[in-house]
């Protein structure tokens, strides 16, 4: 200390020797993760195709990310490009300020389309991170706010002996919880009173053969009239569903709102819902039971964590919607680690074994219907460029639902 700095120390009231014990903070290191590049990759699995976005830096890290979205993913591809040109030359952990930038920026924000292109990014952004700092993401969140996620799964059948087989076999993995549409609909044809009919049938055969303590959920998956919706929640109080998901269309919370006034059943929907902004209503006017962003569609990994604030914030529990690759059930997990609110998770495991190797084999470890959180850095699951090729995308339609009349219904 030289004599000017210590007659300063004395004036001030401070005693010199505080200062020569007061240990040095050394200056953080930077990162340098600039991006350098962005490509996306789109793979076709049957039915669907799953649209992933890889994010490139500098430093030679690579994060991965998706934003899959059925109908339109030529379109989200083209989408998650347009970030390009905004994204080289920024830092890649700068998170939050390229989000408000891709967000904002453009000027047309919101929907499906741009929502899921963001998140592809953001996912992407993440697992950079969790690689450069040797953590996995949900560590970066704030920590674990629980030891394990519960699960439900995704099953199918369109008859009631093929529902209560497939409920069986996932009770029989040691599921506590699973989730099929039940709503009968032949050959694109939709009957209102039959279709409800029906799955009020089936319903109760799946709970007489899953037993009390098992939890259905049930995917209404928007298909359902208004007049749809109340018979049907209302026939199935009985039958405890643990939530029906989508039983209104989201252009009209009002609907919604009725639809609560009338049964106990509790409700779930926000799947195709954007930001926590998306999400205000259905927290604050206490519309359903369960909110169920998709972090594919709602912003991503951050976003996916600040809705879940919001829930938390009004006692509504969260359900993340995930009926696509393993990049988003990891996306979802680490989220879910880190969030009070989040009370289970959707899980469609896909056994095919191309799609296993797509990832270099990782297998989700899941056991008595929970998953362990990860403990990989970043993301913690990596594609294999080479099977993706292999698979490349193939324009897939989706049914054509009508009425009787020739009218178009939801699907």
């Known amino acids: 200390m030289n004599r000017r700095r210590f007659l300063r120390t004395l004036a001030a009231g401070i005693p010199a ?17 600039k991006i350098s590049g962005l490509k996306t990759i789109a793979v076709n699995v049957g039915s669907v195709n799953w649209v992933f976005a890889k994010v490139q830096t500098s430093q030679g890290l ?23 040109r905004y994204l080289l030359g920024k830092d890649a952990a700068d998170i939050e300020l390229l989000w408000q930038g891709m967000f904002r920026y453009p000027r047309w924000r919101g929907g499906p389309i741009l929502n899921s292109a963001i998140s592809a990014v953001e996912i992407a952004l993440w697992d950079i991170l969790g690689k450069a700092l040797g953590v996995p993401i949900y560590k970066l969140l704030g920590g674990a706010a629980r030891r ?14 093929q529902l209560v087989a497939s409920f069986q076999q996932a009770k029989a993995e040691g599921y506590t919880a699973a989730k099929s549409g039940f709503i009968t609909v032949h050959n694109d044809l939709v009957r209102p009173a039959f279709a409800v009919r029906e799955a009020h049938r089936k319903l109760e055969a799946v709970r007489k053969s899953a037993g009390e303590d098992f939890d259905i959920c049930i995917d209404a998956h928007g298909q359902l009239t208004t007049v749809m919706a109340i018979d049907f929640c209302t026939r199935i109080e009985e039958l405890r569903p643990f939530f029906v998901e989508e039983a209104t269309q989201l252009e009209d919370l009002g609907e919604l709102e009725l639809l609560r006034q009338k049964t106990k059943v509790p409700l779930a929907t926000g799947e195709r819902s954007f930001t926590r902004y998306g999400f205000a ?32 914030t009004y006692r509504v529990e ?46 989700l470890p899941v056991r008595e219907g929970h998953a362990a959180l990860p403990d990989k850095p970043g993301l913690g699951v990596d594609l294999d460029e080479k099977v993706a090729a292999a698979h490349p995308y193939k324009p897939v339609n989706r049914p054509n639902y009508v009425f009787s009349d020739g009218g178009v219904a939801d699907h």
């Not at 200062?19 to 993760?33: F, H, S």
């Not at 394990?148 to 002996?161: C, N, Q």
């Open 17 to 33: 020797a505080s200062l020569y014990n007061r240990p040095l903070v050394a200056q953080a290191k930077p990162l340098n993760l």
């Open 281 to 312: 209503d259905f927290c604050s006017r206490h519309l359903v039971n369960y909110v169920q962003p998709d972090v594919c569609h709602a912003g991503g990994i951050l976003e996916l964590k600040k809705i879940g604030v919001l829930a938390e």
């Open 62 to 84: 690579t994060g991965l990310g998706e934003g899959s979205i059925t109908s339109k993913e030529a379109t989200l591809a083209q989408a998650i490009m347009e970030h390009e």
């Open 318 to 363: 969260m359900a993340p919607h995930n009926p696509q690759s393993m990049v988003s059930t990891l996306a979802s997990l680490h989220v879910d680690a880190t969030t009070p609110a989040c009370t289970i998770q959707e899980y469609s495991p896909n056994r095919q074994p191309w799609v296993q190797d797509l990832f270099f084999g990782y297998q």
């Open 148 to 161: 394990r996620v519960r699960l439900y799964k995704d099953v199918g059948g369109a008859t009631a002996e």
